[in-house]
């Protein structure tokens, strides 16, 4: 493998405390090194900055519902679709793009780690399948956890070690990364066209609370010791009023510990509090409730969130949280997918236009930015806009000029068509604070990389870590003319290195790279009950047979990457 | 002695049933016997075993005569074939696997062809309405467990999906439904008095080219409108009834077919259905699905929406993906005389087209793929007979309900044949030598 | 008693119509199986056609010899039905309205009785209508 | 106003993609330079040049420039696509796609034309004499965006889908309509002189359609409100008044439902 030295870059990298010195990087076989050979290649950064591969923590990227969410939207595509350049194969699709065109974009603007944020278990080998057909970066995904049968099952009687045995098979045969639980509860009262809008609500028939779901699958998490906290995506999203839930929920966390080989410190990820952070009783009365929740997450060191910023887009909602977008779809009357799955979960799509027009997606916005703005430790607070949720992963480079520039949010602020209300109801005319370079490479990099654990091996420059380089045209040391200056540098890499191979250069793809698939592999004793209960539920309830569940093989993971954990001392 | 294989994936429709056993030789070289399937099913892992099967490529000759060619050479024709042409059809893929679907989806690439599935003729219109309106949907599974409420709307699983009832649909009991088919109300639309109505609770038997017009006054009868006396032969009073038998359920479902995606109306008898769908969960729970037909075929829509953009019907002639059925699908392209060149794979045009379509395929070059000898194959310039999918290779496919199942192979194809994805990787690599592609 | 009758005919599968797809589309069982249209009894009389005469469908798009058969599925007066295949789609109405789906369900046909004429085999069927030189 | 006249000579094997036939395209360009123009026939990409004979100069921006097209061009599509103004005039029948996309301007078709004309119309003016094809003035695929302003008017028959998801403008079609009008409409009005088949405003949930002639079927979910006096286009006439659809969703205005209005003249 090739050898290259970034010569006399501005380097920003958390992981060694490197805040914009000049200074190579050097890269061989793959990682990154102290030293290279005279014959490296030589990339001249000088009057551009360095960091380490950014690393999407919570995207909706691959799998049935984003799929369902392209089958369904061909006016995503009119007119934007691109034609096979170079390396490039065929791309298409604005706010849900097709598989090809999501790794080169990430790829350009210098991201080489993202995490399918919500897996349908017994969907998995498809999820799989687009993972595949994803280029470059490597990905991980969530199985949910929250509504499935099993679940309920067992934390109903608090059986944690039960629990923790059905984790790990469904990691195995789902070769899924980590723990993600969205709406507990009130996806499975959705099969009844129900739903659990408080942490205390009870899930119909299953006789078992939000709460008692979250905590125990806290506790099996930290029982068997993952590498990424338990993520969730709490009760009552999107509703005026919702801050308070998110705050119960971010309780059931308290006085609970990492346990892990990771470096992982936290048992929680909050996932885009942006849209958990709402105050006001309907959407007359709407406001923020950012500081609220920053409030809390500043104090409570045990807890890190993303953002999931709204970026005043067209977009697509898709989500786990199957009555939500039965009641988005409600508001405002466009296309409305659903999918239930047996005894694991649902998930719902229906397009959305955050118009800067509407005081709500005004103030919405408004709420994304504060959050990230309020957060006293940038290691426990990540950009993300909930692709494509809150605005497609493609806007990063918009979000990040406005949060890095008071000036560029101001003229967002005086666009707004209900400016007032927007300054009324949040502190968002109040607040000075620009990101750093730095910051950002918390927010991006070494945070979401420690969070996910991979601290070892990503998110950092540190020597021994992967070779995943992002060079910028950005240039510290000058000021910044025009905020969109900001924009642009960040849309396209100079450079991009995906384990040292050169994948992006001058903003184009120049290597389909080595893409890998993340997923985690724990060894937990033999727990036969578990097995038995698996069994019988296939069975009798599944529509398939527990021999044809598995992701299994080449065509579905042809370069896994395991992260072991062994949590059969327990 | 023999062995069994348990757990085999049935390649036949959208039912993709996955708890098959097939015994087989010893040596796997012989299909012996096929448990659990349906009447067609076993058919299809039976017939594998013909001893009359085509084994090699055949090339049309001037006198009407085939003359048998190596893969090699008709890779060559079929590289060739599509690299002259200005605007080719590669048209099929619902029989064949996701793996064979990727490399076809390149080739259209390179070659920059409109490529379509079989939704063309049988749920294209579904997804026109399910992109006009959306998909309130669930899995197969879901239905068992919970479904007190069944419908059945132009569409006849009796005969088409006939293990649908047992596993899924009327039959089984589940987590919520121990009772099975005493748990179960059943209706079905349908202007036949077919094998599947003569079991419903309630069969309206509707006047054909009417679904439009009756799932309206179902939504207008949910709302408690005023309604006209008799709606597409049936009285008010009965459609108030069947709105009140849906509306009292606890979670409901309506299966649809091709008795209302190919009658007049088309997509908008589904869209209509999806609304009465949506408009029902305001009172209670309920899904809809289509009865997918080929075993494969939502999986081609799955692999195209997630390469290009779209499930199906996809034009690439510009070098960029476009779709609009109407002007890039292929009946359309193939009566309007839109196309130069015919590439077949995973069906059969010749026998499911109407038959202006078929005279334009025997008019222009080209090439089918596929095990049997068909009204396809017979209009065809060249013939490339290739192993059964989901029998003497394996795959990955996917079920009406967009669950994916990895087919298994369960007996060794004749020797010498080819699958069709590795045939499709022989055209792949001589057309992108042709082209200089990348 | 008719020398012709019209009826909406419309096409669909069935199970003797997959199992013959899958045991070979050149075989004589799939003429059997999809080489006919299933007539309700009232219509028969009609046309004053017993079961199991061969009769010629004709459309405004073509034109086909099938064998009547009695309706399996029935009663449907007015409604007639061949099973998906060649023969139907011998008459069926193409028009798509820009769906892309072809009329396979409602076309409006002539039935005559046609009892010396003969049922084509699927493939020869096309073959025949498309001018393929056979061999 | 400057005009441009091109003339097919050499019509294409299979049909011509000619999306740069349009005032937005030709304007600032010299005869020469729109024979450079690209077309695309299948996967080809060549030149107007190679297909019409071009002559006359554009005027420098779209208001001052328009286009005659003459010859053969029933396989030409895409004519007038994405226009906002001056003027196009075909001269015979032509394929798909006429004036779609279009915000401005007056494109004239003498003939006949197919399918997804005037396709999410902002706004101008479209006059077909001959008939119109299928989804006239529809929204895209997956689009809730019909046509949306302009005027239409067809002197002979339109095709099935007219006006889905229309939600402004107005069409005037002088002959039949077949199935399935001003489907899921949220606005505009369409005048039918001739006969409409059915499935007439289905899922409509505003927007107005007139009928002179007969409807085959009427939607179930048109509920009758007895008989009017109007005068439309110049004819004043009874009209039997129906709203609908009372099946589909409806918004409020004052308080009020508003629901679409069907007007069949007696």
């Known amino acids: 493998m090739s050898e290259y030295i970034i010569k006399n870059g501005h380097v920003f990298d958390p992981v060694q405390g490197i805040k914009g010195d000049k200074k190579d990087i050097a890269i061989k076989d793959g990682k990154i090194v102290d030293k290279v050979g005279s014959g490296a290649k030589v990339i001249d950064a000088s009057g551009k900055t360095v960091m380490a591969g950014a690393v999407e923590i919570h995207a909706h990227i691959a799998g049935p519902k984003v799929n369902l969410g392209r089958i369904y939207r061909p006016e995503d595509k009119l007119f934007s679709c691109t034609p096979t350049k170079g390396m490039e194969r065929m791309g298409g699709g604005a706010s849900i793009p097709t598989t090809f065109k999501t790794g080169y974009e990430y790829a350009k603007m210098g991201y080489t780690t993202a995490m399918e944020a919500a897996m349908p278990p017994m969907f998995s080998r498809h999820v799989h399948e687009e993972i595949r057909d994803t280029p470059i970066i490597d990905e991980g995904a969530f199985p949910v956890f929250g509504n499935n049968w099993f679940v309920l099952e067992y934390l109903k009687n608090h059986e944690i070690e039960n629990t923790a045995a059905y984790i790990a098979w469904m990691l195995r045969v789902t070769k899924g990364y980590a723990v993600k639980v969205v709406n507990p509860g009130g996806t499975e009262a959705w099969a009844w066209g129900l739903n659990c809008l408080s942490v205390n609500d009870p899930v119909p028939y299953f006789d078992i609370t939000p709460a008692e779901i979250v905590k125990g699958l806290i506790e099996a998490n930290e029982y068997l010791g993952l590498p990424h906290s338990m993520h969730i995506h709490p009760n009552n999203l999107g509703n005026p009023g919702c801050y308070q839930t998110t705050l119960d929920t971010l309780a059931l966390a308290k006085g609970m510990k990492a346990n892990n080989k990771f470096g992982r410190e936290t048992v929680m990820h909050l996932t885009h509090s942006q849209f958990h952070s709402y105050k006001g009783t309907n959407w007359g009365d709407f406001e923020s409730g950012a500081k609220e929740i920053t409030d809390y997450v500043n104090q409570n060191k045990n807890i890190t969130i993303d953002t999931g910023n709204v970026t005043l887009d067209e977009t697509t909602t898709m989500t786990a949280d199957g009555p939500f977008e039965h009641h988005l779809t409600g508001l405002n009357n466009l296309k409305w997918a659903n999918c239930d799955v047996e005894l694991e979960t649902a998930a719902g799509v229906v397009p959305y236009i955050y118009s800067p027009n509407i005081s709500v997606c005004a103030i919405q916005w408004a709420i994304g930015m504060e959050i990230p703005l309020m957060m006293k430790d940038p290691m426990r607070c990540y950009i993300t806009t909930d692709h494509p949720n809150a605005g497609p992963f493609t806007r990063y480079p918009r979000v990040i000029k406005w949060l890095m520039s008071k000036k560029a949010r101001d003229t967002q602020i005086n666009a707004f068509k209900h400016k007032d209300k927007v300054l009324s109801q949040t502190s968002i005319g109040s607040i000075d604070k620009e990101l750093s370079l730095y910051e950002l490479a918390q927010m991006t990099r070494a945070g979401p990389a420690r969070t996910l654990g991979l601290a070892n091996m990503c998110g950092g420059l540190k020597p021994g870590m992967d070779a995943d380089v992002a060079v910028y045209n950005f240039n510290p040391d000058k000021p910044v003319a025009n905020p969109d200056d900001i924009e642009t540098a960040f849309s396209r890499c100079a450079y991009t290195f995906k384990s040292g191979v050169e994948v992006v250069r001058n903003g184009e793809i120049v290597n389909n790279g080595h893409k890998r698939t993340l997923w985690v592999n724990v060894k937990v004793n033999d727990n036969p009950q578990v097995m038995r209960d698996i069994n019988e539920k296939f069975i009798k309830y599944y529509s398939m047979t527990q021999n044809n569940y598995e992701a299994l093989g080449h065509h579905f993971v042809p370069n896994p990457y395991a992260l072991e954990v062994d949590a059969t001392h327990v | ?438 | 008693m008719a020398k012709e009758i019209t009826v909406n005919l419309i096409s669909g599968r069935t199970i003797q119509q997959g199992v013959a797809i899958e045991g070979g589309k050149e075989k004589p069982l799939y003429r059997t199986a999809c080489g006919i249209i299933e007539m309700d009894n009232e219509d028969l009389k009609k046309l004053g056609a017993w079961k199991s005469t061969n009769v010629r469908v004709t459309s405004d798009h073509g034109s086909v010899i099938v064998k009547a058969i009695e309706a399996t599925q029935g009663p449907h007066p007015g409604v007639a039905f061949i099973p998906m295949g060649p023969w139907a789609n011998s008459v069926v109405d193409p028009n798509t309205y820009s769906t892309g789906m072809p009329t396979f369900k409602g076309t409006p046909v002539k039935i005559e009785v046609a009892i010396n004429e003969p049922i084509l085999l699927g493939i020869e069927l096309v073959q025949k209508q498309c001018g393929v030189k056979v061999g | 106003m400057e005009t441009v006249t091109i003339t097919m000579k050499n019509p294409p094997a299979l049909y011509l993609e000619a999306d740069n036939v349009s005032p937005d395209a030709f304007a600032g360009k010299t005869e020469a330079q729109i024979a450079e123009l690209s077309v695309h026939e299948g996967n080809t990409t060549t030149t107007l040049g190679k297909y019409f004979e071009v002559s006359g100069n554009a005027g420098a921006t779209a208001a001052d420039t328009k286009i005659i097209v003459k010859g053969d061009v029933k396989k030409v599509k895409y004519l007038g696509f994405k226009m906002s103004a001056g003027e196009l005039v075909i001269e015979g029948s032509t394929d798909l796609y006429v004036g779609a996309w279009m915000t401005g301007g007056k494109l004239l078709a003498k003939g006949n034309v197919e399918g997804f004309a005037a396709t999410a119309m902002k706004g101008g003016e479209l006059i077909i004499e001959g008939n119109a094809g299928n989804y006239l003035g529809a929204a895209y695929r997956g689009d809730w965006r019909g046509m949306s302003g302009g005027k239409i008017l067809v002197k002979g028959n339109a095709g099935s889908d007219v006006g889905m998801y229309m939600t402004g403008g107005e069409m005037v079609i002088n002959g039949n309509v077949d199935v399935h009008l001003m489907t899921h409409a949220e606005g505009g009005k369409t005048i039918v002189k001739g006969n409409a088949s059915s499935k007439v405003g289905g899922q409509m949930v505003d927007g107005t359609i007139y009928i002179f002639g007969s409807i085959d079927t009427m939607m179930p979910g048109f509920k009758p409100k007895g008989e009017v006096e109007l005068e439309v286009d110049g004819v004043k006439a009874t009209f039997a008044h129906y709203i609908g659809d009372m099946g589909e969703r409806h918004k409020k205005r004052k308080g009020a439902i508003v629901y679409a209005n069907l007007y069949k003249k007696i």
């Not at chain 2, 006849?156 to 009991?173: D, E, L, T, V, W």
């Not at chain 2, 179902?218 to 006209?228: D, F, I």
């Not at chain 2, 038998?245 to 009658?263: A, D, L, N």
């Open chain 2, 1 to 438: 002695m023999t062995k069994t294989v348990t757990d085999v994936i049935c390649p036949f429709c959208g039912t993709l049933c996955d708890d098959l056993e097939v015994v087989v030789s010893d040596d796997g070289k012989q299909l012996l016997e096929v448990y659990n399937a349906c009447v067609i099913g076993t058919e299809k892992f039976l017939h594998s075993q013909a001893k009359d099967r085509v084994t090699r490529p055949r090339l049309r000759q001037a006198d009407g005569t085939w003359k048998e060619i190596s893969y090699d050479e008709a890779a060559d024709y079929t590289a060739q074939m599509l690299a002259k042409a200005k605007k080719p059809l590669m048209y099929g893929w619902s029989s064949t696997n996701c793996e064979a679907q990727s490399v076809g989806n390149e080739i259209a690439e390179i070659s920059r062809a409109c490529c379509d599935n079989t939704a063309a003729v049988c749920h294209g219109t579904t997804l026109i309405a399910v992109q006009d309106i959306g998909l309130p949907t669930c899995t197969l599974g879901e239905v068992k467990n919970r479904a007190d409420r069944v419908i059945f709307w132009g569409c006849n699983p009796a005969h088409a999906h006939p293990r649908h009832m047992s596993r899924y649909s009327i039959f089984p009991r589940g987590f919520f439904t121990g009772k099975g088919q005493m748990s179960r109300k059943l209706i079905v639309i349908d202007p036949r008095v077919t094998d599947t109505a003569k079991m419903a609770d309630v069969h309206l038997q509707i006047e054909q080219g009417k679904d439009y017009e009756l799932l309206n006054a179902l939504r207008v009868a949910l709302k408690g409108e005023w309604l006209p006396d008799v709606v597409a032969g049936i009285p008010k009073e009965k459609i108030r009834e069947a709105a009140d038998m849906m509306k009292s359920g606890r979670f409901g479902i309506i299966f649809f077919g091709m008795g209302v995606t190919q009658s007049i109306g088309k997509n908008h008898n589904i869209d209509e259905a999806i609304a009465v769908t949506k408009d029902l969960n305001e009172y209670t729970k309920f899904s809809i699905m289509p009865m997918r037909g080929h075993y494969n075929v939502t999986g081609s829509g799955e692999v195209f929406a997630w390469q290009f953009g779209f499930p199906y019907s996809v034009d690439l002639t510009r070098g960029f993906a476009r779709y609009n059925p109407g002007d890039t699908s292929s009946i359309d392209l193939l009566n309007r005389g839109e196309v130069d060149a015919m590439f077949t794979i995973g069906s059969d045009p010749g026998a499911h087209f109407p038959i202006s379509a078929v005279k334009h395929i025997a008019n222009v070059p080209s090439v089918c793929i596929d095990p049997h000898l068909t009204p396809t194959s017979g209009v065809s310039k060249l013939h490339v007979p290739v192993a059964f999918n989901g029998v003497e290779t394996g795959g990955n496919c996917y079920r009406m309900d967009n669950v994916p199942i990895d087919c298994r192979k369960v007996v060794e194809p004749p020797a010498g044949m080819l699958t069709d994805e590795q045939f499709l990787v022989m055209v792949r690599d001589r057309l992108k030598k042709l082209k200089g592609a990348a």
